[in-house]
């Protein structure tokens, strides 16, 4: 009796033992896609970050692009082929040089038949990422947390195939082709005071994309964006620093980002893109470079692009791209964060003394609390950092950073001397109801106070 109790003993401790052993690796398993589609920033051992910091300085950022040409300055012309009217492929059959038309044409076929294979990784990684995260609201309805974009721009709406983005772009000479999945994610983000001006974040699932020099009929690599021999590290390093303090949330940023090698392949002549799989983000994403064209100095030598297209291609100039870089920082003073847009000016002295100006420029609107005015009266300033050069005057900002929501006091100076000659506001009028002209009238008496003090 005890041999045979002792047998049903034994049995039914085997039995619990494999129950065990199946619930331990359906947990397993099923921790295992969390973290697969969590996505939540990884953490970072003493060891890795050591092995990081070897990779990171063996990195070569020197250019290899033209050389800076004597008295370089960034052209105030450049030629465009607006991408508004012609489709890719028919400016790319447009191409005089038979073998870069070939050649472009296999990267987009081949790259296309990339994503089309990828497809249903695409889907599945936006239906398994919305299993383990809440939705979001917007405008009174729920959405998923991960979002196809279509062409259309339609975002949120699943019921829309999922469809490859194609986008070109032609300056100079230089022909950038990107072809990939987007995809938006996580909550609504108000940059700006307006409260009607929230966007999502959103970025490549996956992409493919290639830059060619139509005048060598040669593939360029990121480092030809730049002058041959000049570094680019310490410059890259403060224009991602800038956009990532202002365009990217902080709970995204996975490390600081640090520089990027001559052959970093994801790159357009508008954009640094960072796919889902990235070494500094925990989503994918894109830095637009599109406003700020001295950032790859290479870009803002004009070239007319004659005999390069057959003759019903039509070549345009643009006057609004021949201006200084802005390159976006931020700055804390006294316990406030502000976003200063430092210049990037072809003449180092005059750059300098700019720059210096501005960092004084928004120690004096702290002081004197100006933004706290603006606040106070419910202004809503704009904030656009586009077309700050027209030859003669350079437009730069200091941005109030405050809960989520931004303030500018707008900078005038003298291109060719760097003098500052103004300092205002201009409210938003889509954001609501103007100021009242005593409430303006004084705030533009501080300003011009603290012109004239920074003037002497």
Request: hydrophobic share 30%; net charge negative.
């Amino acid at each position: 009796m005890y041999v045979k109790n002792n047998k049903g003993l034994i049995a039914i401790i085997i039995i619990l033992a494999i129950l065990v052993i199946a619930l331990g690796v359906y947990i397993f398993k099923g921790e295992s896609i969390r973290q697969w589609v969590s996505k939540d920033v990884p953490k970072t051992t003493e060891e890795n970050n050591t092995k990081y910091e070897e990779d990171v300085n063996k990195i070569i950022t020197l250019g290899t692009g033209m050389k800076r040409p004597g008295q370089y300055k960034p052209s105030e012309q450049y030629y465009i082929i607006d991408n508004r009217k012609y489709e890719l492929n028919t400016l790319v059959n447009s191409l005089k040089n038979e073998e870069l038309k070939k050649e472009i044409n296999t990267f987009i076929k081949e790259s296309t038949d990339k994503l089309e294979n990828k497809r249903s990784d695409f889907q599945q990684y936006i239906e398994e990422g919305n299993k383990e995260r809440e939705k979001i609201e917007r405008a009174g309805n729920k959405l998923d947390y991960y979002r196809v974009i279509s062409t259309n721009g339609n975002l949120g709406d699943e019921s829309d195939p999922i469809q490859i983005f194609t986008e070109w772009k032609c300056t100079n000479g230089y022909l950038s082709i990107s072809l990939s999945y987007k995809y938006a994610y996580g909550e609504l983000i108000n940059r700006t005071s307006r409260k009607d001006s929230k966007i999502f974040n959103y970025g490549p699932y996956e992409i493919y994309c290639a830059t060619y020099d139509l005048y060598t009929g040669k593939r360029i690599q990121f480092s030809d964006l730049f002058f041959e021999g000049e570094d680019y590290g310490a410059e890259l390093y403060e224009f991602m620093k800038g956009k990532i303090a202002t365009d990217i949330m902080e709970q995204y940023v996975k490390r600081e980002f640090t520089t990027l090698p001559q052959d970093y392949q994801y790159f357009t002549i508008e954009n640094i893109i960072f796919n889902k799989q990235n070494l500094y983000f925990s989503e994918a994403t894109e830095i637009s470079t599109a406003y700020y064209y001295t950032m790859f100095p290479t870009l803002s030598i004009a070239r007319d692009m004659k005999n390069i297209f057959s003759n019903d291609v039509k070549i345009e100039t643009d006057d609004a791209l021949g201006k200084p870089m802005v390159q976006i920082t931020q700055i804390q003073i006294n316990n406030n964060t502000y976003v200063i847009g430092k210049i990037k000016h072809w003449d180092k002295n005059i750059e300098n003394k700019i720059n210096n100006s501005i960092i004084k420029c928004a120690e004096e609107l702290d002081k004197n609390g100006i933004f706290d005015k603006i606040n106070k009266n419910n202004i809503f300033t704009v904030t656009s950092w586009q077309y700050n050069y027209d030859g003669e005057k350079i437009r730069t900002m200091v941005i109030q950073q405050l809960n989520n929501k931004e303030q500018a006091i707008e900078i005038l100076l003298n291109a060719q001397t760097g003098d500052i000659e103004e300092l205002y506001y201009r409210e938003d009028v889509s954001a609501g109801e103007t100021s009242n002209e005593t409430v303006r009238n004084s705030i533009l008496k501080e300003l011009n106070s603290i012109l004239q003090k920074l003037k002497k």
